[in-house]
């Protein structure tokens, strides 16, 4: 049973930063690609960013291009979002998902989720 542990949300100021962090444990591959998406108040769960199982290739949505870098760690289980500027429209919670077959933006091609994490940004 592939479990995601997220990290590293709080509450910020507009132009500041912060520093998610997603753990994967358990599952039976050997390679997931991972991604972020967030729920805002209100509004459907949407995509923020994307990355392979080796880091090499990721997508981020035109909304953070710019404010927000998606890497890997070499440990590969452990991914980072790094978000700088922040807007408070980036409020939401953000929620790390894995696949071990689907590497994009659409939410439904996800099968494992984690709990989310609460990203408050004040004007």
């Known amino acids: 049973q592939v479990q995601l542990v997220e990290s590293g949300g709080g509450l910020a100021q507009a132009g500041g930063s912060l520093r998610l962090s997603c753990e994967l444990s358990g599952g039976t591959y050997s390679s997931y690609a991972m991604a972020w998406f967030r729920h805002p108040p209100g509004p459907e769960r949407e995509f923020v960013a994307a990355?392979?199982?080796?880091?090499?290739?990721?997508l981020l949505a035109d909304s953070v291009k710019g404010r927000f870098t998606f890497s890997r760690g070499n440990a590969k289980n452990t991914v980072y979002l790094q978000m700088n500027n922040l807007k408070p429209e980036d409020t939401a919670v953000y929620y790390c998902?894995?696949?071990?077959?689907?590497?994009?933006?659409?939410?439904?091609?996800?099968?494992?989720w984690g709990q989310g994490t609460q990203v408050t940004v004040s004007s």
């Open positions: 998902a894995a696949d071990a077959q689907y590497y994009g933006s659409n939410r439904e091609r996800y099968n494992y």
């Open positions: 990355i392979t199982w080796s880091g090499g290739n990721t």
